[in-house]
């Protein structure tokens, strides 16, 4: 790899975390046993279902957020790399990681809503859209790792007065 081409371990890693959500939507989508056909997707003021579609179709819009950030993320690992500054970039991934999560959680809270509903008669939301606040430790997990790895050994500037960064 050449010198031009080092990433730090972190942003890498944190773009890798990026993704994680989209990999396991799909690989939970192959394997849930017991989908119901349709699901809610929309919900009243008293939290009882008034929109269903069918869960193939409720399962994209949760599948394309996260995919976007997942391109992004790799995007942003291949042109920008280590330019920038370390925070804003650990911010950038962590509102990634974050909005992959949350959108690939949306599907998983709407079956569990549905299958609720088949034991108790009623499809309010509930608990399962409870899962979505996995999306807060999962976007700090990506910040902190995304601050991973060694400084750049970048010399300070001419008056030698700023450190490097």
Sequence with gaps: MS????RRPGIVAAAVLVWVPA???VVLSARWPGVPVRVPTHWTSPANADTFQSSADAFWPSLLPTLVCG???IAVVVFLGNDGSRRASAF???????VATASGLLWP???LTALNG???GIENIGTPILLLLLA???????????LLGSRDAT???SAGNEPAL
Excluded: C, K, M, Q
């Design 3 to 6: 010198a031009d081409f080092r």
């Design 23 to 25: 990999v396991t939507l």
């Design 71 to 73: 391109v992004i993320a």
């Design 92 to 98: 950038g991934y962590a509102a990634l990681a974050g």
């Design 109 to 111: 809270a709407e079956v």
């Design 118 to 120: 088949r034991t108790t």
């Design 136 to 146: 807060i430790p999962w976007a700090g997990l990506a910040f902190g790792v995304s």
């Design 155 to 157: 010399p300070p500037n």
